[in-house]
């Protein structure tokens, strides 16, 4: 049992990344799950106090690894943004097993054009994305979680999924 956090900014590839680490395991015969972090915690509106909805993510992901592990899942590849130690030492307790940390990193050029792509009919969400991004990425830095980062700016998501996969 081992969980992978696939982290890092908005835009970055996460949930791509983590797709495409699934195809690459199930090709392997790997049984293993995967879990959109920031899905966990779609919560409208966040409760008062908590505006990233942590506590339903982090209860969230204590029952869906718990069915994955009873189920026979060797591996959970979990993506999604993780901001702070704190954090990441809540999550490795609720997944209940040992933890790896990817951090997808990419030119800020190519989020801004993942960005646009995503939210071409929706500018308030461009915008709000677009500052969170760079905010992100230096809350990020100054976490420094990651026990590999992996640039995901001229990769495809397969190129990417099969350097985490060489770190497994």
């Known amino acids: 049992m081992r969980t992978v956090f696939v982290i890092g900014t908005v835009g970055v590839g996460k949930t791509t990344t983590a797709a495409a680490l699934s195809d690459l395991l199930a090709q392997d015969g790997v049984v293993h799950a995967v879990i959109d972090i920031d899905e966990t915690r779609r919560l409208r509106p966040p409760p008062v106090g908590d505006p990233f909805q942590l506590e339903v993510q982090l209860a969230n992901l204590a029952a869906m690894t718990?069915?994955?592990?009873?189920?026979?899942?060797?591996i959970v590849i979990a993506a999604g943004v993780i901001e702070s130690r704190e954090d990441l030492d809540r999550c490795a307790e609720a997944v209940g097993g040992p933890v790896s940390v990817v951090r997808?990193?990419?030119?800020?050029?190519?989020?801004?054009?993942?960005?646009d792509g995503r939210h071409a009919d929706d500018p308030d969400g461009l915008e709000w994305h677009a500052h969170r991004a760079v905010e992100l990425d230096r809350i990020l830095d100054a976490a420094a979680l990651a026990e590999v980062l992996v640039d995901t700016t001229k990769r495809t998501p397969h190129e990417v999924a099969q350097a985490i996969r060489a770190m497994l």
């Not at 718990?66 to 060797?74: I, R």
């Not at 997808?104 to 960005?115: N, P």
């Open 66 to 74: 718990a069915n994955y592990w009873a189920a026979g899942a060797q």
């Open 104 to 115: 997808l990193t990419a030119e800020a050029g190519e989020i801004g054009s993942r960005l």
